[in-house]
């Protein structure tokens, strides 16, 4: 059974900085483009920031670029973003996604929370 568990969220200060993660099971993860979404209410999902299947390509919008850095573990099975400077325009819900295009495959996590409120 494929799963993709995020963890991480939570409420955070402006300013302050959260590190979210997403666990991988039941498929070969380092097969996969691992990103990370979200989306505000009424608003649609964009993406944040991504990372090719061995980490040599990270690609991020352009909104968190120099704040967050999204990076990978394979061995555990996990891929990471560290959110710093975070700021009251970052709370959504995050998203992780794994997808491979070459075997036509794409899976979601549930989401987790992110709240930037002083």
């Known amino acids: 059974q494929v799963q993709l568990v995020e963890s991480g969220g939570g409420l955070v200060q402006p300013g302050g900085s959260l590190r979210l993660s997403c666990a991988g099971s039941?498929?070969?993860?380092?097969?996969?483009?691992m990103s990370w979404y979200r989306q505000a209410p009424g608003k649609e999902r964009e993406l944040v920031a991504s990372?090719?299947?061995?980490?040599?390509?990270?690609n991020y919008a352009d909104s968190v670029k120099g704040r967050f850095t999204i990076s990978r573990d394979n061995a555990k099975i996990t891929v990471y973003l560290q959110m710093n400077s975070l700021k009251p325009e970052d709370t959504s819900v995050y998203y992780c996604?794994?997808?491979?295009?070459?075997?036509?495959?794409?899976?979601w996590g549930q989401g987790t929370q992110v709240t930037v409120s002083s």
């Open positions: 990372i090719t299947n061995a980490g040599s390509i990270r």
């Open positions: 996604k794994a997808e491979s295009r070459i075997l036509s495959s794409l899976f």
């Open positions: 039941g498929f070969r993860f380092s097969n996969y483009v």
